[in-house]
T-cell receptor, first 113, second 114 residues
Framework: GNSVTQMEGPVTLSEEAFLTINCTYT??????LFWYVQYPGEGLQLLLK?????DKGSNKGFEATYRKETTSFHLEKGSVQVSDSAVYFC????????????FGTGTQLKVEL | DAGVIQSPRHEVTEMGQEVTLRCKPI?????LFWYRQTMMRGLELLIY????????DSGMPEDRFSAKMPNASFSTLKIQPSEPRDSAVYFC????????????FGQGTRLTVV
């Protein structure tokens, strides 16, 4: 079956620190990979995605590279801001499955001044 | 497009009452998903529809839960009778049935059963 494993939170960083949130996956077939972000009191929204091996998704200073050899899709940002405080979800979908998303458990990020 | 629209945003009900949550997906999207989010269990997929047909309802916790999608622009999730452990945020999401396409989430319904 399909599954996503991401690092446990919460993660607390100082502003301008470097961020890495690890994500690994198992999937049948060739998945598309996603990072979603959830701000307090809101629904999930797409942060970035990659649809094939070696693709790099990027948005708002965040990046993640689809690594087929290590089945990973780690999220990185060079300098976090207080406004990045949120819960981050790694997810995958497999074509032909109705685009059903399989989510990780989420990682809470708190950025302090 | 206004995005995925869920109603109500908040619902407080007494144990034993029937609760109906509503969702309007983005026009043109073929797939619709219902998720439940709690602190203890995180984000759980309850059921999803493709072209209005339920494809996988294995995540529906009990017979008290039911979902329908009578047409491409409307879906409901019903809990009858409701119990305090059903308290959670329920999200609806929709996506086009094209590989690699992102899912768009509604803002959720926060359900409290007292």
């Amino acid at each position: 079956g399909n599954s996503v494993t991401q690092m446990e939170g919460p993660v607390t960083l100082s502003e301008e620190a470097f961020l890495t949130i690890n994500c690994t996956y198992t999937a049948t077939g060739y998945p598309s990979l996603f990072w979603y972000v959830q701000y307090p009191g809101e629904g999930l929204q797409l942060l970035l995605k990659a649809t094939k091996a070696d693709d790099k998704g990027s948005n708002k200073g965040f990046e993640a590279t689809y690594r087929k050899e290590t089945t990973s899709f780690h999220l990185e940002k060079g300098s976090v801001q207080v406004s990045d405080s949120a819960v981050y979800f790694c997810a995958l979908s497999v074509t032909g499955g109705g685009n059903k998303l399989t989510f990780g458990t989420g990682t809470q990020l708190k950025v302090e001044l | 497009d206004a995005g995925v629209i869920q109603s109500p945003r908040h619902e407080v009900t007494e144990m034993g009452q029937e609760v109906t949550l509503r969702c309007k997906p983005i026009s043109g999207h073929n797939s619709l998903f219902w998720y439940r989010q709690t602190m203890m269990r995180g984000l759980e997929l309850l059921i999803y529809f493709n072209n209005n047909v339920p494809i996988d309802d294995s995540g529906m916790p009990e017979d008290r839960f039911s979902a329908k999608m009578p047409n491409a622009s409307f879906s409901t999730l019903k809990i009858q009778p409701s119990e305090p452990r059903d308290s959670a945020v329920y999200f609806c999401a929709s996506t086009a049935n094209v590989g690699g396409t992102e899912a768009f989430f509604g803002q959720g319904t926060r359900l409290t059963v007292v």
